[in-house]
């Protein structure tokens, strides 16, 4: 049966009868996993084994597991790790700081992949800005768009190397931001000259990524009337102009950037051009309103799940120095 274009998270450790109920009759292309789906090891690999069992194939897991402010998987099970603008500004040569960024992520895939987790929401292409909201901040791979391209492939390369597809975000770039998307709706007005030279730069770089993510953010000289998660002309530059054809999913639809109803909301973004809906807080009354609104996957977001799936990298299980190892 082909999947639903949506991805989902879930409220706990295990999988609920009524979750599972619920997958069963509405299978997601996906699921994402937060701290709350986390305790040991043993235990997230009973949940991604569960989920994939309920719907009856490999479903991708996502994660976040960017190190620093936001990792869900952490001590005393996993590896801590330190911001990315840390690891980006230490002492050293770029040759250095890619090899340090290249380790981290190809440690973080083996963490992954040995509990059943194969997708890892990495890199983060956005450019700070000074004065942009700390949103993004320390999670940044530098403060140059070349520079973020760059690093950026290595956590990329290193990731797939782990068998963990990567995902790039937040498309058409979220550095700017002066709120936060979780809470508010940011309006960016820079000149579009200025966007195309900077912003959109480290994503053209990495326009071959099979997987990402848009932003909730308002671009007005893309489209003053729509964030780009719901924008037409957003998705149509983010597809023509830098160059993107990977599946694009939406950030997380619970966040408060977005007004309207989940079936609004779902509809919005899939009008607009995103292949998969991203839903993430587990709450099954906007669950179910996003699987009345969502279809199956076809046409060319059926041809771009299938491409993603099929860049994953089959690791033999055996703990994380047989990964490591491969």
Same mark, same amino acid.
């Given at each position: 049966?082909?999947?639903?274009?949506?991805? =989902?998270?879930? *409220?706990?450790?295990?999988?609920?009868?009524?979750?599972?109920?619920?997958?069963?009759?509405?299978? @997601?292309?996906?699921?994402?996993?937060?701290?709350?789906?986390?305790?040991?090891?043993?235990?997230?690999?009973?949940?991604?084994?569960?989920?994939?069992?309920?719907?009856?194939?490999?479903?991708?897991?996502?994660?976040?597991?960017?190190?620093?402010?936001?990792?869900?998987?952490?001590?005393?099970?996993?590896?801590?790790?330190?911001? #990315?603008?840390?690891?980006?500004?230490?002492?050293?040569?770029?040759?250095?700081?890619?090899?340090?960024?290249?380790?981290?992520?190809?440690?973080?895939?083996?963490?992954?992949?040995?509990?059943?987790?194969?997708?890892?929401?990495?890199?983060? !292409?956005?450019? @700070?800005?000074?004065?942009?909201?700390?949103?993004?901040?320390?999670?940044?791979?530098?403060?140059?768009?070349?520079?973020?391209?760059?690093?950026?492939?290595?956590?990329?390369?290193?990731?797939?190397?782990?068998?963990?597809?990567?995902?790039?975000?937040? !498309? @058409?770039?979220?550095?700017?931001?002066?709120?936060?998307?979780?809470?508010?709706?940011?309006?960016?007005?820079?000149?579009?000259?200025?966007?195309?030279?900077?912003?959109?730069?480290?994503?053209?770089?990495?326009?071959?990524?099979?997987?990402?993510?848009?932003?909730?953010?308002? =671009?007005?000289?893309?489209?003053?009337?729509?964030?780009?998660? /719901? *924008? @037409?002309?957003?998705?149509?530059?983010?597809?023509? %102009?830098?160059?993107?054809?990977? /599946? !694009? #999913?939406?950030?997380?639809?619970?966040?408060?950037?977005?007004?309207?109803?989940?079936?609004?909301?779902?509809?919005?973004?899939?009008?607009?051009?995103?292949?998969?809906? !991203?839903?993430?807080?587990? %709450?099954?009354? %906007? #669950?179910?309103?996003?699987?009345?609104?969502?279809?199956?996957?076809?046409?060319?977001? /059926?041809?771009?799940?299938?491409?993603?799936?099929?860049?994953?990298?089959?690791?033999?299980?055996?703990?994380?120095?047989?990964?490591?190892?491969?």
């Amino acid at each position: 049966m082909t999947a639903s274009a949506a991805i =989902y998270g879930l *409220s706990g450790t295990a999988l609920s009868p009524e979750e599972a109920a619920f997958f069963q009759d509405a299978p @997601p292309w996906g699921f994402i996993l937060f701290t709350r789906n986390i305790d040991t090891p043993d235990q997230v690999r009973r949940l991604t084994g569960d989920l994939r069992t309920t719907i009856g194939r490999d479903a991708p897991i996502l994660i976040d597991q960017e190190g620093g402010r936001v990792q869900r998987m952490g001590p005393p099970h996993w590896t801590k790790w330190e911001p #990315m603008r840390d690891l980006c500004e230490a002492a050293g040569d770029e040759l250095a700081r890619c090899s340090a960024i290249s380790a981290r992520y190809a440690a973080i895939a083996a963490e992954l992949r040995d509990v059943g987790i194969d997708v890892n929401c990495v890199p983060v !292409l956005d450019v @700070p800005q000074p004065n942009a909201h700390p949103i993004i901040g320390d999670r940044a791979f530098g403060w140059n768009p070349a520079d973020i391209a760059v690093r950026g492939r290595e956590a990329s390369a290193a990731l797939l190397a782990g068998g963990v597809l990567p995902v790039i975000k937040h !498309l @058409p770039g979220h550095g700017r931001a002066l709120a936060d998307s979780h809470e508010d709706l940011p309006r960016v007005n820079t000149e579009l000259a200025e966007l195309r030279q900077i912003d959109f730069m480290p994503f053209r770089a990495m326009r071959d990524a099979v997987l990402g993510m848009t932003a909730h953010i308002v =671009y007005d000289a893309i489209d003053p009337d729509a964030c780009a998660t /719901l *924008s @037409p002309k957003a998705i149509d530059l983010i597809r023509r %102009e830098i160059g993107f054809d990977g /599946l !694009l #999913m939406t950030d997380d639809l619970s966040m408060k950037a977005l007004s309207g109803s989940m079936r609004d909301r779902t509809k919005g973004a899939l009008d607009a051009g995103c292949d998969v809906i !991203l839903h993430c807080n587990g %709450e099954m009354d %906007e #669950m179910t309103a996003i699987a009345s609104e969502t279809p199956r996957l076809s046409g060319k977001g /059926l041809a771009r799940a299938e491409a993603a799936e099929g860049a994953r990298i089959k690791i033999e299980t055996g703990g994380i120095a047989a990964a490591t190892a491969a």
